[in-house]
């Protein structure tokens, strides 16, 4: 790409953009085992809720908005405070330009800083590649440092067909006996100083 990449937090008003995003994964892929594209509003609330704790982020440039990701809860359970599960959509024309790696790069920098220390992606997975599913995702997390944990078969339907998911994972911290309070995204992301600089 010739223009410059930037990140920044997502705000509820970019829901009909993000939407945009998301719409055809939903309708045309097995990469989402969604059914239906929600609303604006269904939209605006999901990005609200997940700032309450954890990242959400968009790449653009002067121009357009490219792709987001976020992180979410991993498990309710106290334990696995230090867990997420990570998530991440591209516009379709926009793919293999940098910009998933960029958004990736910079929600690992910013998890780092609240102290989370396991990243978990859950994938849709499938043994015969089709028009729905292929495994690009898989590789693109694996060339980023994940790592397979677990396979599930055939749980997931959609187009009359069954899908398998996996679990990759990413270690970012350091596991110690006496781990530090995570802190909550809004604590930390006035020190993010890169945010709505030139990434790429």
């Known amino acids: 790409m010739t223009e410059k990449i930037y990140i920044r937090t ?9 939407l945009e995003i998301y719409a055809p994964y939903v309708e045309n ?21 997940t700032l ?3 990242p ?38 926009k793919r293999r330009l940098g910009v998933g790696r960029a958004l990736y790069d910079a929600l690992e920098k910013a998890l780092k ?11 849709a ?7 729905y599913l292929t495994n690009d995702s898989v590789s693109f997390h694996e060339r980023l ?13 959609k187009f009359n067909r069954w899908y398998n998911m996996v679990w990759l994972e990413k270690h ?6 006496e781990q530090s309070p995570v802190k909550s995204f809004r604590e930390i992301e006035r020190d993010l100083l890169w945010l709505n600089m030139p990434v790429h």
């Not at 892929?29 to 809720?49: C, G, L, M, N, S």
């Not at 970012?172 to 006996?177: C, F, L, Q, R």
Request: charged share 20%; with cysteine.
């Open 145 to 157: 440092g994940y790592h397979m944990a677990g396979k599930f078969h055939q749980c997931g339907y």
């Open 113 to 123: 800083v609240q102290g989370i220390l396991n990243l978990n992606a859950c994938v």
């Open 125 to 131: 997975y499938t043994e015969t590649q089709d028009s």
């Open 52 to 54: 309450q704790k954890y």
């Open 29 to 49: 892929t097995a990469i989402t085992f969604e059914y239906t594209v929600p609303t604006v509003r269904e939209f605006e609330a999901r990005i609200e809720k």
């Open 10 to 18: 997502a705000l509820p008003n970019d829901a009909k953009a993000l």
């Open 56 to 93: 959400y982020l968009v790449a653009y440039t002067d121009t357009e908005i490219l792709g987001y990701a976020y992180a979410g809860v991993f498990h309710e359970r106290a334990a696995y405070d230090w867990s997420v599960e990570t998530s991440i959509y591209i516009r379709q024309d």
């Open 172 to 177: 970012i911290g350091e596991h110690t006996a």
